[in-house]
């Protein structure tokens, strides 16, 4: 049985309802896909449920960058900033095809948040503490030189810049691809299972009743030990559990924008002083470029975070703040993401102000939760709470688990020696794009998203017989997709596993209907089922697309 094959989804649930598991975890995000692959990669029967699609929440909508996070060093978070940035070097050899350096510009204007001297010193700091190499270490640029790498920025208040590394991904398909790499050490892992409660046992949690979304059929699994990763979700499993006191969550929401590159072209990456006093990014990717984020309290439906019209302006002005010559306007705005960051609350601390450091909580029944923390530190986040259930482990079964090696263990889509492997292989699938009839931007495209693993998606593609070679690729990825990473509905084909829904909207209109038939035949959808997708696509286009 292949867990992430979507045609053996019913094999997958008598598994789970027929094996006792070391471990059980709630949440499909980020965290969780950590979690899991580290509990297996030690040996533990594990098992992870999410009650919608893989990386749906907070994992699909951060800003899309392994980064090291530059401005902790103000707020003093020297051990964060240390940790994280060390990580960035990790995940990009783990997955080089998804995580990729990205030489991000740092303009320096006149009563900014950075002055010469404390970026000077700041980024060099940052440089030691995250590891840098010597060829990727900070550099200080001049007023000429900094409008030389950026002719858009605005001269009249602008006084130099500096120049650091970073490293770009794609946290939705980081968050599968940690997942797939999970299920080949053993774990058991399913989307729209949502736990529902908890079974106890003496006072202790024994299992789990959850409910399958797509069948709205209820289960029972069984466990030893229970970890929620359900991040902004943390609190709900924690009032499930009656084990809400003391520290409780504190989301913030963070809004991004995606306009045409043609719009706003930035020759790279740039992280810049907005009118209010932050900072925000303008990241080029393959035809547009991407504005966030914002950084405001949440006091709404959790489920139902939407980008509104004042988040939109918020991120417009901060553009025309720096960058003059650029007209933008809220018809430019092709697409749009908003998520929440599930921080711990900090009394008198504003939204930005809060940590992003992470925290485990632990009930008398049992129950791990891990709330805060960041993208890049998912790893870390997951050997953390998996070292504190070895603990548990030896103290309750005199049994010891092996110390963490996720740092050792590539992800899925294939080993690539370094960027510049990826770089090679990607000239390789250039041309045999441009002899299907295709656009060479899907090699970049495929490459990023699927590493190695477009060689399947090319035989795929020569078995089809559609004459649109762009219908014909999308069909052979959506085949690959619920063959090999559980693909179930429209949403979870445009949005989570190729991007388009962010990236690439505007092709989604000629492939709505041959994806939409195909996951029909494939699926038998009723239709009931076949008219609740259509609305769950419009709607997802309209979030995307439209402000409140």
Not at 157 to 184: N, P, Q, S
Not at 254 to 259: K, Q
Not at 340 to 360: C, F, H, T, V
Request: glycine share 8%; charged share 25%.
């Amino acid at each position: 049985m292949n867990a992430f094959n979507a045609n053996d989804r019913g094999d997958l649930v008598k598994v789970l309802g027929d094996t006792h598991y070391d471990l059980i975890i709630i949440g499909g995000g980020i965290t969780g896909a950590g979690i899991a692959l580290d509990a297996a990669s030690r040996g533990l029967k594990t098992a992870l449920f999410e009650k919608n699609d893989f990386a749906s929440g907070t994992s699909s909508k951060s800003t899309k960058l392994i980064h090291g996070g530059l401005r902790y060093l103000k707020q003093f978070e020297v051990a964060l900033v240390r940790e994280v940035g060390q990580e960035r070097a990790v995940v990009h050899h783990l997955a080089p095809h998804l995580v990729k350096a990205e030489k991000m510009l740092l303009p320096l204007i006149t009563d900014g948040t950075y002055g010469k001297i404390l970026t000077s010193v700041g980024l060099m700091v940052y440089d030691v503490l995250a590891g840098v190499e010597k060829v990727d270490q900070r550099k200080m640029l001049t007023k000429e030189e900094t409008l030389e790498m950026e002719p858009l920025l605005g001269p009249d208040v602008l006084e130099g810049g500096g120049v650091y590394a970073e490293y770009r991904t794609d946290d939705a398909r980081l968050t599968i691809e940690i997942l797939k790499t999970a299920t080949r050490m053993g774990a058991d892992i399913i989307n729209y299972g949502e736990v529902t409660d908890f079974v106890y046992h003496a006072g202790k949690i024994t299992g789990v009743h959850w409910r399958d979304n797509l069948t709205d059929t209820s289960y029972t699994s069984s466990c030893d030990y229970t970890v929620s990763a359900a991040g902004p979700w943390v609190d709900e499993i924690r009032a499930k559990n009656k084990s809400l006191h003391g520290k409780y969550l504190h989301p913030t929401k963070g809004v991004h924008i995606v306009v045409p590159h043609e719009k706003f072209p930035v020759h790279q990456s740039v992280y810049f002083d907005v009118p209010d006093g932050r900072m925000i990014f303008a990241i080029p990717r393959d035809r547009v470029t991407y504005i966030g984020t914002t950084d405001t309290d949440y006091h709404g439906d959790i489920n139902h975070v939407r980008t509104e019209k004042v988040d939109v302006d918020y991120l417009i002005n901060g553009v025309r703040h720096i960058f003059p010559k650029i007209k933008l306007n809220i018809k430019d705005v092709e697409s749009s993401w908003a998520g929440l960051r599930p921080l711990i609350e900090e009394e008198g601390k504003s939204a930005s102000q809060l940590s992003r450091k992470d925290e485990i909580f632990e009930s008398e029944t049992g129950l791990l939760s891990i709330a805060g923390g960041k993208l890049t530190g998912y790893r870390k986040m997951a050997e953390r709470i998996v070292d504190r259930l070895s603990k548990k482990i030896r103290e309750d079964k005199d049994k010891k688990l092996s110390d963490c090696v996720t740092d050792k263990i590539y992800l899925s889509g294939g080993v690539f020696k370094d960027g510049n492997d990826v770089h090679r292989y990607q000239k390789e699938v250039e041309q045999q794009v441009v002899s299907f009839g295709l656009d060479p931007y899907y090699a970049e495209y495929l490459v990023s998203n699927y590493g190695r693993q477009t060689g399947d998606i090319f035989k795929l593609f020569r078995q089809r017989q559609e004459t649109d070679p762009e219908i014909r690729l999308a069909l052979s990825e959506l085949v690959f997709t619920i063959e090999n990473e559980a693909v179930h509905s429209l949403l979870d084909f445009f949005e989570r596993r190729t991007g388009r829904l962010y990236f690439n909207i505007k092709t989604i209109p000629k492939l709505i209907e041959p994806v939409f038939q195909h996951l029909t035949s494939t699926f038998g959808w009723s239709e009931t089922r076949q008219q609740q997708e259509k609305d769950w696509l419009h709607h997802g286009l309209e979030v995307a697309s439209h402000f409140l």
